[in-house]
């Protein structure tokens, strides 16, 4: 913060103590109003902070949860909250934590219509299947059932050729 200017009539040197007195005490009041501000970079956070900070936003730590993973969920706990409640929004919420492919399908021929289909790969839901419940039940729907389908990405190599065959068989 500049120095503030006195109007002329204030210029004298114990003005100019009281300016800068002045300056010194506001800016000590405005890094205090500030500070607040600064511990609610989650990402940054103290432990301690960013549990309250999850209180605050309706997350609970799951157990073992990586410290980074957590701080994560806390930032995006307000943005995750808007895409709930939706097929695309839960998409959404999955792919922002880091999931790659994640499909959920409402009103899947041969499933009663409570039922949503979520499809994602096995090798992103393994070791994952606690957050996955966690952001489910959190995020979801609250009258739905859920189905989790784990895809296994396979590699295959095909060969195509053409290949004429013509010969004449005598009787």
Do not use: H
Not at 51 to 70: F, K, Q, V
């Amino acid at each position: 913060m500049d120095k503030p200017q006195l109007p002329i009539w204030l210029d004298g040197s114990s003005a100019n103590k009281l300016a800068d007195a002045a300056q010194q005490i506001w800016q000590k009041v405005e890094s205090q109003l500030t500070y607040w501000l600064t511990l609610q970079q989650s990402e940054s956070a103290s432990l301690a902070i960013l549990d309250l900070l999850a209180w605050e936003r309706g997350i609970t730590r799951i157990p073992d949860e990586a410290l980074e993973l957590y701080a994560k969920r806390v930032q995006l706990a307000q943005l995750n909250a808007n895409d709930a409640g939706s097929a695309d929004g839960l998409e959404r919420i999955f792919k922002r934590l880091g999931f790659g492919y994640v499909a959920v399908n409402e009103r899947v021929p041969g499933l009663e219509w409570d039922q949503v289909q979520i499809e994602m790969l096995e090798t992103e839901f393994a070791g994952k299947e606690r957050l996955v419940l966690e952001l489910i039940e959190t995020y979801g729907k609250t009258c739905r059932r859920y189905l989790l389908n784990a895809l296994a990405a396979i590699t295959t190599a095909e060969g195509a050729g053409l290949i004429n065959y013509n010969k004449e068989v005598a009787r």
